[in-house]
């Protein structure tokens, strides 16, 4: 039992080290993006930079330090695949708020379609 407590501790050590380092390099690619978007005029040009896939980027590093290449290559296969998506989504989102005049229950079919397309792109490249 105590063997078995002592495997549980290692463990927790390395996720809160797994943690901190990804609220680490999250949380530097937020900023950078925040900045950015301060320092470029055309704030829809900006709006560009507002959508860098931070969670993707630390992940990624994540993924390549922790683990292998191919499991960071893996993890940005499926990010594209999830940026794919998120352009889906927005264009729904912008058709159903036109056409329906319901902000609550277009963002709720654009997350739908987000989900699914995404899900359909992730197998689609993995085909």
């Known amino acids: 039992m105590k063997i078995g407590s002592i495997v549980e501790i290692d463990t927790i050590k390395?996720?809160?080290r797994d943690q901190g380092l990804r609220f680490v390099f999250g949380g530097t690619a937020v900023a950078t993006c925040y900045i950015l978007l301060q320092l470029i005029p055309s704030k829809s040009f900006a709006g560009i930079?507002?959508?860098f896939p931070a969670v993707m980027?630390?992940?990624v590093i994540m993924a390549g330090y922790f683990g292998s290449s191919?499991?960071?290559a893996d993890i940005a296969l499926g990010a594209s695949?999830?940026?794919l998506g998120c352009t889906i989504c927005v264009l729904t989102a912008v058709f159903c708020m036109e056409h329906l005049n319901q902000w609550g229950l277009s963002l709720i079919i654009a997350l739908s379609?987000?989900?699914v397309s995404s899900y359909i792109t992730t197998r689609l490249i993995n085909f």
């Open 14 to 16: 390395a996720d809160f």
């Open 49 to 51: 930079f507002a959508a």
């Open 57 to 59: 980027a630390a992940s």
């Open 70 to 72: 191919k499991q960071a």
């Open 81 to 83: 695949a999830g940026m």
């Open 113 to 115: 379609v987000w989900f």
